[in-house]
């Protein structure tokens, strides 16, 4: 037949794979306004996590969002808001910028500025040879020409010192501009700066009004002339937020730190109004007082408490409780609580308060009982266990070390910590109980007898030993006298032992005949004799050849022993 099916014409079959490449470039376009969804928006996020080169947000949506850890100056801590531009998203994640997202506000902040004529804070970042200086504020690099440096400018900007410039031009297409110091200089340092000289200087109370909010600090307007109140002049308080605490326009008090018209400075402070709270320690506070104070914060070594606004203590770890393995301070104490604690140390010159918790509560150390005494069997639980030991509950509050050496006398037990588990009820030896380090050394082991002692116990010098030679070295032969127990037959201790090959007359495995001439219990140590045995069953059957009754010999071999022994 000539007919020809329809779906299998090359034209339909042409129309099939447009079909299949149009869609496919539907797709691809969707995916790609996916990716780019959102890109350039100022967002705000949490930090997660720290990991390597970047930094993790939580941004309020499924995928997570990464930034470079080069856009910070300093590693951000769990819990920190950031702001950030969205570059893009990909494969299920979103990539921010944090420096994009800092020169975007600096712009902002510049142009602001700008439009009313406020002074700019900046840093000489390079120097443009012959023509002038590039200089950073707000995280944007500004020109500042060489004839806009204005008076004594290498002495005002030295060692990195900031400086105030004004803007006298903006490209918003390039996000740059030029600025001068002298037009500042200009305009500041004349009838605003007179009036001011003419009404206040250093340690005046002043009232400002609140014309910018910064990051750094607050701008305040005093006679017409604005000055800084810098963060760390708000409040004793290290690092204290106080963006919350000010509004553009109102009027606030503070005292005038510094005035040099020369390179327009105006600088203010609200603290020092009031007594800094380490005067007041040094007026109120000593060693040994007990002080209430508010939980500001908790770190793994500790817990801050708070007695005054900028006045902090530290409770370390170990002054938390009496227990030897101290807590975390977040199963201690709650951030916010109110808590008693006492004065261990201060130091007026760092600034630095030690404190102490359980100072207030009982030592258990005080009311050890008589039961937790040396050589005293006490049953406990094993608490937890360390790569040098476990620790057993001796008594509430009180635990005791069982040093791995201490566990088992069987040295051939690889992992002597794996016979004991965590929560399990043990019986433990007292060893020792120092109450001025607080330690109490126990053992397992102890509870039985040392197996040398007891061997020594059941072989006293002279006794009679036949063993099996487990192996012969240069200067004698080893003898298993019981499973697990080798002593040595010196060479001296073997006839003629000098002048023999050993090997010729003892083989490994062989039973021997040895007399015992000590067992060291401390040193582990066995010593044996076959040349006393001979010499002493000689004389033992001299002994019975010559007596004339049948009362027992003297001569036996654990007398001759002692005789031998006494040579």
């Known amino acids: 037949m000539n007919s020809t099916n329809p779906s299998s014409s090359p034209k339909n079959e042409t129309t099939s794979f447009g079909e299949l490449l149009e869609k496919w470039e539907s797709q691809s376009q969707a995916q790609e306004q996916e990716n780019s969804a959102g890109k350039g928006l100022l967002i705000e996020g949490t930090v997660v996590d720290v990991i390597g080169d970047t930094v993790f947000l939580d941004i309020g949506e499924k995928l997570e969002a990464r930034v470079p850890r080069e856009d910070f100056s300093e590693t951000p801590k769990r819990g920190e808001r950031v702001s950030a531009i969205v570059k893009k998203r990909v494969d299920g994640y979103c990539v921010l910028s944090k420096k994009e997202a800092d020169q975007r506000v600096g712009w902002e902040t510049i142009k602001d500025a700008s439009v009313n004529g406020y002074p700019l804070s900046g840093k000489i970042v390079?120097?443009?040879?012959?023509?002038?200086?590039?200089?950073?504020?707000?995280?944007?690099?500004?020109?500042?020409?060489?004839?806009?440096?204005?008076?004594?400018?290498?002495?005002?900007?030295?060692?990195?010192?900031?400086?105030?410039?004004?803007?006298?031009e903006l490209n918003e297409k390039t996000k740059t501009g030029v600025v001068s110091r002298k037009t500042l200089l200009d305009e500041i340092n004349g009838e605003k700066w007179e009036e001011l000289l003419g009404k206040v200087k250093v340690g005046d109370k002043v009232q400002g009004k609140v014309v910018k909010i910064a990051n750094f600090g607050v701008f305040l307007s005093v006679h017409e002339v604005v000055g800084l109140l810098r963060q760390n002049d708000i409040s004793y308080k290290k690092f204290a937020p106080f963006k919350q605490y000010f509004q553009i326009g109102a009027d606030v008090d503070v005292i005038v730190l510094e005035v040099d018209k020369e390179n327009n400075k105006l600088s203010l402070g609200i603290k020092q109004l009031y007594e800094d709270p380490w005067i007041w320690a040094k007026k109120e506070l000593e060693k040994g007082m007990v002080v209430r104070?508010?939980?500001?914060?908790?770190?793994?070594?500790?817990?801050?408490?708070?007695?005054?606004?900028?006045?902090?203590?530290?409770?370390?770890t170990t002054e938390l409780s009496w227990a030897k393995k101290p807590p975390h301070p977040k199963d201690v104490l709650k951030k916010g609580q109110e808590v008693d604690s006492e004065i261990l140390d201060i130091d007026f010159e760092a600034r630095r308060l030690s404190l102490g918790l359980k100072q207030l509560l009982p030592n258990p150390w005080e009311a050890l009982s008589s039961n937790v005494r040396a050589g005293n069997v006490l049953e406990g639980k094993v608490t937890g266990i360390t790569k040098y030991g476990a620790f057993v509950e001796v008594e509430n509050g009180i635990?005791?070390?069982?040093?791995?050496?201490?566990?088992?006398?069987?040295?051939?037990?690889?992992?002597?910590?794996?016979?004991?588990?965590?929560?399990?009820?043990?019986?433990?030896?007292?060893?020792?109980?120092?109450?001025?380090?607080?330690r109490i050394s126990c053992g397992l082991k102890q509870l039985s007898e040392h197996p040398y002692e007891a061997l020594r116990k059941k072989y006293p010098p002279g006794t009679l030993v036949e063993g099996r030679?487990?192996?012969?070295?240069?200067?004698?032969?080893?003898?298993?006298?019981?499973?697990?127990?080798?002593?040595?037959v010196h060479i001296s201790e073997i006839p003629d032992g000098r002048n023999i090959k050993?090997?010729?007359?003892?083989?490994?495995?062989?039973?021997?005949?040895?007399?015992?001439?000590?067992?060291?219990?401390?040193?582990?140590?066995?010593?044996?004799?076959?040349?006393?045995?001979?010499?002493?069953?000689?004389?033992?059957?001299?002994?019975?050849?010559?007596?004339?009754?049948?009362?027992?010999?003297?001569?036996?071999?654990?007398?001759?022993?002692?005789?031998?022994?006494?040579?």
């Open 126 to 168: 390079s120097e443009v040879k012959n023509k002038g200086y590039l200089v950073e504020s707000e995280g944007i690099q500004l020109f500042l020409p060489a004839s806009h440096v204005g008076v004594r400018f290498k002495e005002a900007t030295e060692g990195g010192k900031e400086f105030q410039v004004k803007i006298i």
């Open 293 to 316: 104070g508010i939980v500001t914060s908790m770190t793994n070594f500790g817990a801050f408490v708070e007695l005054k606004e900028g006045l902090e203590g530290l409770i370390h």
């Open 399 to 438: 635990e005791g070390l069982i040093h791995i050496s201490d566990i088992t006398w069987d040295e051939k037990e690889k992992n002597p910590l794996s016979l004991l588990k965590k929560g399990s009820s043990i019986q433990y030896k007292i060893l020792d109980v120092n109450l001025d380090a607080q």
């Open 469 to 488: 030679v487990k192996s012969i070295v240069s200067f004698g032969v080893f003898v298993e006298v019981e499973p697990g127990f080798e002593g040595l």
């Open 502 to 567: 050993l090997e010729d007359l003892y083989k490994v495995g062989e039973q021997v005949r040895t007399v015992v001439v000590k067992i060291e219990p401390n040193n582990k140590k066995i010593s044996l004799s076959i040349k006393d045995f001979d010499k002493a069953v000689e004389r033992e059957e001299m002994a019975k050849y010559m007596k004339e009754d049948n009362t027992p010999s003297r001569e036996s071999i654990g007398s001759f022993m002692n005789l031998n022994n006494n040579r």
